[in-house]
């Protein structure tokens, strides 16, 4: 019979289910957790060396995913702009953030070539960013998924912010679009 939690800790994540050739260290790598916190807040499972498919694991955590929130505008923009950002487990394992959204041309805010998406974590003092890219269509939907490093954990108050960038320059512009991860709890 596969074990499963009554429930699970405030803060956690969410539930995990075992699948064949699982391990509890396997599990932590890919949740980025200590094998600590994992089988200590999994009392139901009383031999962490012995784990089922199909028994069900609490996963701590900071913000639970997947999850998508809206970026919102921080300056005046053009009707028809937005973007999303979603947080999730890539195949690799670990925390990412797709950043994708309708955006006018760069140059609608200055001299910008580029967009720039960024996700602040304030424990770290900054973050990780990379260049939003355009697709082929018009108007194009720009794009870019952001790895968290593995000395980083995303937390509610992470925010995800898009700003003009001026390749060549390191010049960005205003902060046009953001929000922080507070409903992913």
């Not at 956690?12 to 890919?30: E, L």
């Not at 200590?34 to 028994?55: C, K, M, Q, S, Y």
């Not at 973050?127 to 939907?141: C, I, N």
């Not at 925010?159 to 320059?169: A, D, L, N, Q, Y």
């Amino acid at each position: 019979m596969p074990r499963v939690p009554v429930s699970c800790p405030p803060g956690f994540r969410g539930r995990y289910t075992v699948r064949p050739g699982d391990t509890m260290f396997k599990i932590a790598q890919f949740f980025r957790t200590r094998l600590e916190a994992l089988t200590v807040n999994n009392p139901h499972i009383p031999d962490p060396n012995f784990i089922v498919p199909g028994d069900v694991l609490c996963v701590p955590g900071f913000v639970s995913f997947p999850c998508c929130v809206v970026l919102r505008p921080r300056v005046t923009v053009p009707v028809g702009t937005e973007a999303v950002a979603l947080v999730h487990t890539p195949a690799t394992g670990g925390e990412a953030v797709i950043v994708a959204g309708t955006l006018p041309p760069p140059s609608t805010f200055g001299d910008y070539n580029v967009y720039l998406a960024t996700v602040i974590i304030p424990e770290i003092d900054g973050g990780p960013g990379d260049v939003l890219r355009p697709t082929a269509e018009d108007p194009p939907t720009y794009a870019v998924t952001i790895n968290i490093p593995l000395a980083a954990r995303l937390t509610p108050n992470s925010r995800v912010v898009i700003e003009p960038f001026k390749e060549g320059s390191n010049l960005s512009g205003p902060i046009i679009l953001e929000n922080n991860f507070l409903s992913c709890r």
